[in-house]
């Protein structure tokens, strides 16, 4: 059983910057790419990032291209996104997951576990 938990999120203004974290159960993690999506009212689940196994490859969708960071620590199971600039059409609910596989993917039928989701609002 793999469990995610995302933290970090809140409410900052525009322009400001917020680092999310998501931290893994499991002695596997080190094994897998991982990425995040995110989710605002109304709206689909998009992509945001990914990262391979060993953080040596990351992909971002347009959006955030240039604004956001995706890390990871394999020793600390944590995944991290560093996000800069935000704008108000960054507020959503940011979720973290694990890719089936170590090859990053920007398809979230290709990622089998998730977490609960964090909470960001970018207030104008």
């Known amino acids: 059983q793999v469990q995610l938990v995302e933290s970090g999120g809140g409410l900052v203004q525009a322009g400001g910057s917020l680092r999310l974290s998501c931290a893994a159960s499991?002695?596997?993690?080190?094994?897998?790419?991982m990425g995040w999506f995110r989710q605002a009212p109304g709206k689909d689940r998009e992509f945001v990032a990914s990262i391979t196994w060993s953080g040596g490859s990351t992909y971002y969708a347009d959006s955030v291209k240039g604004r956001f960071t995706i890390s990871r620590d394999n020793a600390k199971a944590t995944v991290y996104l560093q996000m800069n600039s935000l704008k108000p059409e960054d507020t959503a609910v940011y979720y973290c997951?694990?890719?089936?596989?170590?090859?990053?993917?920007?398809?979230?039928?290709?990622?089998?576990?998730w977490g609960q989701g964090t909470q960001v609002t970018v207030s104008s």
């Open positions: 997951a694990r890719r089936r596989g170590s090859g990053a993917s920007s398809w979230s039928s290709d990622y089998d576990y």
């Open positions: 499991g002695r596997t993690f080190s094994s897998y790419a």
